[in-house]
């Protein structure tokens, strides 16, 4: 488990650096064929140490706001807060801000930099459907993603993700609006035109890659950490059943923060590409591997 921890923390360094040096790239190469010299590259570096600080200390505030999560205090829903508070208690962690989604989805996510800057967001839909055991369960298993430092990374993820898609939406647009000292070079523009058009083109199946850089391990990990935490793996077996049976996808979904939920917040019924790009594994398998620990 440590082993997890520790290798978790390495790879939020390391998909800082990579995306760094890749948005670095995109500006030299904005640079080079506008003629702008190392400007280019000097603005893209600031961008992206700015969202990336961004990104790893107000994360967590864009995925709660895109999710329409509200925060809630023990006298809002005394029952939910005192279900996180006692697990917390048990998993000896500090308790983090708790939030509603309002939506009748059975779903949930957590998210932050660290346990002691860590916020839980739960579906109206989970606390009304789910039995006490099987929301213990969800709470247990995004309570690990805290302990595990799993919400660093995946945090870190959308903003990561956002910064491709604005440089290469930005690039396009420069061309059609006939910025820069070579736009009346055609085969500058001619190259820049298609490089912006590829890079559009690879920004769905880049943003897709990342988010399969946070292994899909995770869930099963945290599927075993909950399972522990609550010594009762049936409850999570269930929920994840029930899920499965309503297959019901979040009002406010999001691509960028599907890989926060406890289950893919779209439709499951979409096999686009088949699992190769799933940023969650089979919640069949899932189920399997719970009833195997009883």
Known sequence: MYNQIDANKRKTVLLIVIFVAFIVFLGWLFGYLYNFGYAGLVVAAMISMIMSLFGYYRGDSVALWSSGAKPISATDNPYVYRMVENLCITAGLPMPKVHIIADTAINAFACGRDPAHASIAITEGAI???????????IAHELSHIKNYDIRLMTIVIILVGII????????????????????????????????????????????????????????????????????????????????????????????TAHLFIANPFSGGKKFLGNAFATHPPIEERIKLLRGMA
Not at 128 to 138: A, H, I, K, M, T
Not at 187 to 212: D, R
């Open 128 to 138: 009304n459907q789910l039995e006490n055991e099987e929301l213990e369960g969800v």
């Open 165 to 256: 898609a604005l440089l290469t939406d930005f690039m396009l647009r420069a061309r059609w609006y006939g910025g820069g000292r070579r736009s009346g070079n055609s085969q500058g523009g001619g190259i820049l035109m298609l490089v912006g058009i590829i890079l559009l083109i690879l920004s769905p199946l880049i943003a897709n890659l990342i988010k399969l850089a946070v292994s899909r391990k995770r869930e099963y990990l945290a599927d075993a950490s909950g399972a522990l935490l609550t010594r009762y793996p049936e409850g999570l077996a269930r929920a994840l059943e029930k899920i499965a049976r309503q297959n019901q996808p979040l009002q406010r979904a999001s691509a960028a």
